[in-house]
């Protein structure tokens, strides 16, 4: 039997994306008020991976990365997930925008080996926490290589400007003594 230690606590990462530069900043200042100062925000990244949102979200869309300076226990994943899925709901309904779903907002963690997302679609790979909520590991790290995908791993996480962003994430949480 191993022993038990304590968890450390993670690096809290927000994707989000849209077509509407009004949604993104609108989801970045619930995002402050709620987990505090923002550590790094990435460039916008074009999300042309795939046409899975258009008939929801229109086109273009694009997508941005914040990692926050306040580290979150793993156990709070699942609370974040649905609060920024009432987020999504909240915004949808002011009918400000013409398209159903004008954002989406995807939050997970970062640590020294992996980023892990939240979600609410179950999947072989993916392992249920609570409430609904399941995580992934989307990427891990290796330390010859860098971040790495997996299998299932979405193909805009396979983008090598995210990597580098992620990349400063790590050596920021690692600077916090991680």
């Known amino acids: ?11 809290l990462i927000l994707a989000m994306f849209s077509r509407h530069a009004r949604a993104l900043a609108w989801a970045r200042d619930k995002a402050e008020h709620q987990y505090g100062s923002i550590a790094l925000a ?3 990244l074009p999300f042309d991976q795939t046409n899975y949102y258009e008939a929801d979200m229109g086109t273009p869309l694009q997508k941005q990365f914040l990692a926050f300076e306040r580290l979150i226990e793993l156990d709070d994943l699942p609370d974040i997930k649905l609060q920024t899925n009432a987020w999504e709901v909240e915004l949808a309904a002011t009918g400000e925008y013409e398209e ?15 980023l892990v997302l939240a979600t609410t679609k179950d999947h072989a790979h993916r392992i249920y926490l609570r409430d609904g909520i399941f995580a992934e590991v989307t990427l891990h790290y290796d330390r ?3 971040w790495q995908p997996n299998g299932w791993t979405f193909a805009d ?3 090598p400007k995210l990597w580098g962003f992620l990349d400063r994430c790590r050596k920021h949480y690692r600077s916090l003594g991680r």
Do not use: F, I, Q
Request: proline share 9%; charged share 30%; net charge positive.
């Open 1 to 11: 039997m191993g022993d038990l230690r304590p968890r450390e606590n993670v690096m």
């Open 100 to 114: 159903r779903r004008p954002l989406n907002l995807d939050p997970g963690y970062l640590c020294l080996g992996k």
């Open 42 to 44: 990435s460039e916008l």
């Open 144 to 146: 010859t290589a860098g």
């Open 157 to 159: 996480y396979r983008v």
